[in-house]
């Protein structure tokens, strides 16, 4: 694994003599790993989930490092990210992963692989391409790539429109094993993209996931297709995935509103260029009066307050990712002939929602998951550009795995958190300094808030 890294830190080899060099390294039989344990899916019994604690169920493990299949790339990881799928692995809900791993080592002698005692995590990554299976031509070894985490087989007609709708699409480091919180990665190449050069490498590895996830969401004409002067409701918007939605609302000309949970989180809204911000904590919003009971008085006050901001209009499109708790407000506020798009569901699993706002006012619920290979591309392409600027706020070391899931299953960070691979420290990995420096203000944003 040294020669490895030494060979990526040396930054002067020339372009034209990588692919040698890369492919002339030896792979390591094994690598260091974050993993769940199959024998531990039952530790949290009993335990409420806001209790469960993923620092007891991530552990750092030496595993054997998985046969390469064709039209797959093998990656030396220099640093991934937290996503909230990664805090599901690892206090084992709504299900254990492992069933996912069984289903799919079923269906073919190669998929066998993934269905191990343990699963490594995690569906961010930056690094380099080690090896590439038979069939791949589009990539190399030495390339430099982040990965978008769509594992699809594409053998099924359903998917050919739409990778998404392929019944045998997963999410690569959830549904599938040897994901990007490790030192190595095996990911299919049709998830391969340019690392950004302006780019750290935890930096680059940060967007994926949700910056995708959001570009479906919100601008995809898979998700609400937002055109300019739209009012989008934006919920958790200085959070992982907020924050690239409101990016991208202020990019395309729409008008968001920005739910927060703090004076410190509606200030990074702002600074991101953002002018209507609603401190959900500061005001009160109670959308529940008990576990069991809704209360539409308080939909009521949060649309009032919506139009107090907006002029008196209702969102044209309502960006929805906590689920439960808000999705009765969310349906209640959308405008007529609106829409209520959403993914995710952080505050859990079973919504419940008043028809009639849905039904009499025409309004549309539109489920959105992930994004297809061009989808990801193209919000890739935002970030390589400087249009879309990454929102790191943290960095952890491999090690502390477990602390990072903590603070995101706690709600105790801003944008997103950053592990280190392979990587020694930060700051590596940038390839275009002129361009980081019209936009480092921008960059680091998030750091440190």
Excluded at 59 to 67: K, Y
Excluded at 370 to 388: D, P, V
Excluded at 404 to 428: F, I, M, T, W
Aim: charged fraction near 25%; aromatic fraction near 8%.
């Amino acid at each position: 694994m040294k020669d490895i890294l030494d060979a990526i830190l040396a930054e002067a080899t020339p372009a034209e003599t990588r692919e040698k060099e890369f492919s002339a390294l030896p792979v390591p039989g094994s690598y260091r790993g974050m993993v769940v344990r199959k024998d531990e899916t039952g530790m949290f019994e009993g335990i409420a989930s806001r209790d469960k604690d993923p620092r007891r169920s991530l552990h750092l493990d030496e595993v054997a490092t998985p046969e390469l299949g064709p039209g797959e790339a093998l990656v030396a990881v220099m640093a991934s990210s937290i996503n909230y799928n990664t805090v599901w692995t690892s206090i084992f809900e709504p299900v254990s992963t492992f069933g996912f791993l069984e289903r799919y080592g079923r269906t073919s002698p190669l998929a066998k692989r993934h269905d191990q005692p343990y699963h490594v995590v995690g569906s961010d990554l930056a690094g380099v391409i080690l090896r590439t299976g038979a069939g791949v031509h589009a990539w190399k070894p030495g390339d430099e790539v982040v990965a978008h985490c769509l594992s699809v087989e594409l053998e099924r007609p359903e998917g050919h429109d739409d990778t998404m709708l392929d019944p045998e699409q997963r999410i690569w480091g959830f549904e599938t094993n040897f994901g990007g919180l490790a030192e190595l990665a095996l990911v299919k190449a049709n998830q391969l993209m340019p690392k950004p050069d302006h780019l750290t490498w935890e930096e680059a590895a940060s967007p994926g996931l949700v910056n995708s996830t959001a570009y479906r969401q919100l601008v995809s004409r898979n998700g609400a297709a937002m055109k300019q002067g739209d009012v989008v409701l934006i919920w958790g918007a200085s959070g992982g995935l907020g924050s690239y939605a409101t990016q991208m609302a202020l990019n395309g000309g729409a008008i968001p509103v920005c739910v927060v949970s703090s004076p410190e989180k509606a200030d990074i809204c702002r600074s991101l260029g953002a002018e209507l911000v609603i401190d959900r904590a500061a005001e009160g919003y109670r959308f529940w009066s008990d576990e069991q009971t809704q209360n539409p008085k308080e939909w009521q006050r949060f649309g009032k307050r919506i139009r107090e901001l907006t002029g008196g209009e209702d969102p044209d499109i309502v960006f929805e990712h906590p689920g439960r708790e808000t999705f009765g407000a969310s349906v209640y506020v959308a405008r007529r002939g609106g829409q209520i798009v959403t993914c995710a569901s952080t505050s859990g699993f079973m919504h419940s929602y008043d028809n009639r706002y849905l039904w009499m006012n025409l309004k549309r619920i539109i489920g959105s998951h992930f994004a297809n290979y061009r989808e990801a591309w193209e919000a890739n392409r935002l970030i390589a550009r400087g249009l879309i600027h990454p929102t790191l706020s943290r960095v952890y070391p491999l090690e502390q795995t477990g602390q990072a899931a903590y603070d995101v299953h706690r709600n105790a960070h801003q944008g997103k958190v950053g592990v280190l691979c392979l990587s020694p420290r930060e700051g590596l990995g940038v390839r275009d300094q002129a361009l980081r420096d019209r936009h480092l203000t921008a960059i680091n944003r998030f750091r440190d808030v």
